[in-house]
């Protein structure tokens, strides 16, 4: 049954808003424009501020309101988990998104990686309000502490996803609120942790 959720989760969380909302409002493609990544950090960087800050709601909420809307219909916590963490595994590594990039020829395991969905924050952040609530604000300003102070926006996501699971519990969230939020880390981290490793030189 809770496999049910997952893959109901992962279609959803495959849905890539930022291609319409970025062709809608600047008239590019995410996908071959900037990083090519469809998550809302390079839709601000392809489409502005506005770009941006609508991608990052709506890939939030792709996780948030199915999961509350489960919640609601009375699911237990371990289908609003399993839903919550097919959403963010179905945003980074996304069906539609990947195929697409069957029918090309890729460049290499990294660039297609890359291809195939968003780093999965927003959707994380959905996932992360709905479950631990409390603990979105701190994670958040620590997230921009590191920004603003080092300039390394990277390294502030992976700072808060590693921080999150850790900062549940601290919070005295229940053992499976902590769970779900280490398995969107660990997911999100596949996306994040090559961006920190430099390019080799050609």
């Known amino acids: 049954m809770l496999e049910l959720f997952v893959l109901a989760g992962y279609l959803i969380g495959g849905i890539p808003f930022a291609v319409p909302v970025v062709l809608l409002l600047h008239g590019r493609d995410v996908r071959t424009t900037g990083s090519g990544n469809v998550g809302a950090r390079n839709s601000l960087r392809v489409g502005g501020p506005l770009a941006g800050a609508s991608v990052l709601l709506l890939d939030a909420l792709k996780a948030a309101l199915p999961m509350l809307l489960a919640r609601g219909l009375g699911a237990d916590a371990w289908a609003v988990l399993a839903l919550g963490v097919g959403v963010v595994l179905g945003h980074c590594y996304s069906l539609y998104m990947i195929a697409r990039a069957l029918r090309r020829p890729w460049p290499g395991w990294r660039m297609a990686a890359l291809h195939v969905g968003g780093q999965g924050l927003a959707s994380g952040l959905g996932l992360m309000a709905v ?45 499976l609120a902590s769970l779900g939020l280490a398995l969107g880390t660990l997911i999100i981290c596949t996306k994040l942790l090559p961006d920190l490793v430099p390019e080799k030189a050609s």
Do not use: C, E, H
């Open 131 to 175: 479950l631990t609530p409390l603990i979105v604000a701190p994670v958040l300003l620590t997230g921009a502490a590191i920004i603003f102070g080092l300039k390394r926006s990277t390294a502030a996501a992976l700072v808060m996803v590693l921080l999150a699971p850790g900062a549940a519990a601290l919070a005295g969230y229940p053992r």
